[in-house]
């Protein structure tokens, strides 16, 4: 089946730091990736869509030059977190896409402290 | 516009039981629907999808689901609810079939299951 994979699986930072997350599809090309936040006891929100060699589309509300997201190869999309503040911790979720349908990690939870 | 809500966030059902989990979507065009099924610290898993054709639907680990447009619901169930169930599940419309399209969640049931 198809396998994604998240990096690091939870990560712990300060305030004002940068963290990068990094989501790969392992036995599949993806041209496409979501980036999804869930909030505890929330439902998953879509931030944007990854294009492989092009610029991510984010959603409505999201801001792109806090959450930069690149997409250069067809296996990888990294999303990284710009001057991180305790807002914005979070569960961060990727999803790949394949012929099948949307295959996602399996998270990454951001604590800023 | 698509949306999704689901009815209570919180379900708790015997070991044995009947587990019903209520979905009800709201699509301007003819939806995808899915479900998918998240336990603690882990990723979504599909647990089964209706894009067109017979309208039950069943997938995997013993869940089924049912689209009745006239109700614009897609509730899961499963005849007999085990211990392995307990997870967090989330009802999601799309206006593509989902490999390409954006999902828009529900809020999301927890299941408990008691022995």
């Known amino acids: 089946g198809a396998v994604v994979s998240q990096h690091p699986s939870w990560v712990i930072c300060k305030s004002g730091t940068s963290v990068k997350i990094e989501c790969r599809s392992l036995d599949f090309q993806a041209t496409t990736m979501f980036w999804y936040r869930q909030f505890p006891k929330q439902s998953l929100m879509l931030m944007a869509t990854?294009?492989?060699?092009?610029?991510?589309?984010?959603e409505q509300g999201v801001e792109k030059d806090k959450f930069l997201i690149n997409h250069a190869s067809l296996t990888l999309s990294t999303l990284t977190v710009t001057s991180a503040h305790p807002e914005d911790s979070s569960f961060y979720i990727c999803s790949a896409s394949a012929p099948s349908g949307q295959f996602f990690g399996p998270g990454t939870r951001l604590t800023v402290l | 516009a698509q949306s999704v809500t689901q009815l209570g966030s919180h379900v708790s059902v015997s070991e044995g039981a009947l587990v019903l989990l209520r979905c009800n979507y709201s699509?301007?065009?003819?939806?995808?629907l899915f479900w998918y099924v998240q336990y603690p610290n882990q990723g979504l898993q599909l647990l089964l999808k209706y894009t067109t054709g017979a309208t039950l639907v069943k997938g995997i680990n013993g869940f089924e689901a049912e689209f009745k447009k006239s109700e614009t619901s897609f509730h899961l169930t499963k005849p007999s609810a085990h211990m392995s169930d307990a997870a967090e599940y989330f009802c999601?419309?799309?206006?593509?079939?989902?490999?390409?399209?954006?999902?828009?969640f529900g809020k999301g049931t927890k299941l408990s299951v008691k022995p």
């Open positions: 990854s294009n492989e060699g092009s610029k991510a589309t984010y």
């Open positions: 699509s301007s065009v003819p939806p995808y």
């Open positions: 999601a419309v799309s206006d593509y079939e989902g490999s390409q399209g954006n999902l828009i």
